[in-house]
């Protein structure tokens, strides 16, 4: 079974930083596909970045500003966000596959975290 926790969270102003980690048990980060999701009130989930052994594949919104890193001794899935803005505003989710290269659909994607509010204020 598969269980997936997201920390570090938390409320920055504008251009602040913070990092999201995602601790696993019954899941490999680096071996799949895995990724970051968000979701702001009244909008889609949508996936913000994603990583394979392949290599990493951001949202156009975070490119340059995030990044996305497995680490393989600690079994955590990270986001490093920097030069966050208020649009980051959002759940954060992390999610994975037991797939080599990521799917597209939400609905491939089989594991979740509970997700960890990002709040950045002007």
Known sequence: QVHMVE????????????RLSCAASGYTFGDYCSGWFRQAPGKERERVASITRYGTNYADSVKGRFTISADRAKNTLDLQMNNLKPEDTAMYYCAAQRLA?????????????????VTVSS
């Open 101 to 117: 290269y990521c799917r597209s659909r939400i609905s491939d994607w089989s594991y979740w975290g509970q997700g960890t509010q």
């Open 7 to 18: 920390s570090g969270g938390g409320s920055v102003q504008a251009g602040g930083s913070l």
